[in-house]
């Protein structure tokens, strides 16, 4: 297969996405609703999270706990571009998958002590489950659907091998803990996310999560954001001496007239006054 250079392509067999990217960097906000488990034949992927980045070199995988938000970057590496493999482990499999187990041989002391990206180490089954996908990046042949099902599959057991912490981290089936709806939007009010994603990422539906917004704040959700984003907007303009056209990217907005209006409406002039 041949590609024009600055083309990227994806395409995938059952839960397996196959990624290849041509010089550029390609940077996105991902909010990870399976768990999912990354490997880098070429290029790299950084993964940041909050206030911690880490990056995953050809060679190396990484594992991302599901109900999390974090951005991810995949860029070339001198002159190798992007290719890797996203497997994801959806909950109606890992359900299938724990009724397989003999319940005598799960781990009584394993508790959830991962962090929610986990850099895993070089082992012979990540080696070998990842290097025996490699022809399906250079052949139109297509896969059966049941070797790819395997391979998902063991990429699960290979988990497992490698930490028993992971037991509780892919069969735990409960809902996600809520957690406190201000403290998750002061940390994540810049990111492009809409109420509904906030809403899964803090652990609620719509609804709860607007009757539980309407107990700490006398203003809906969406007007919380844009004032929040305008207040962290004036304080960078007027007292970090930042550039208008700079600041309106960082704090959220994406189109700078929208933001240049709505802050003249808050604070009754315009932002390069």
Known sequence: MEFQRNESLTFSYSDIFFTYLFDNDRSCASMVKNHVLVYIYSGELIVEQKNRKTIIRAGECVFLRRDNRVNLTKQP??????????????????????????????????????????????????????QSMTPYFDSSIKPVDQLMQLKVQEGVYSLLNIDRKFYPILFDFTEPWKIDILDFMEENYM?????????????????????????????????????????????????????????????????????SSAFKKQFGYSPTQ
């Open 191 to 259: 990111y492009d996310l809409d109420i509904e994603e906030i809403a899964h990422f803090t652990g609620r539906s719509l609804a709860s999560f607007k009757r539980d917004f309407k107990k700490v704040s006398t203003s809906p959700p969406q007007k919380w954001l844009i004032e929040k984003r305008l207040k962290v907007a004036h304080d960078k303009i007027r007292n970090e001496n930042k550039k208008v056209s700079d600041v309106y990217l960082e704090v959220g907005f994406k189109n700078l007239s929208h933001f």
């Open 77 to 130: 590496k001198g002159d190798k571009h992007f290719k890797g493999i996203f497997m994801l482990f959806n909950r109606n499999f890992l359900r299938e998958f724990y009724q397989t187990i003999d319940k005598n041989d799960l781990p009584n002391d394993a508790v959830k002590g991962l962090p929610s990206v986990v850099k895993l180490p070089q082992t012979p089954d990540i080696a070998s489950l990842f």
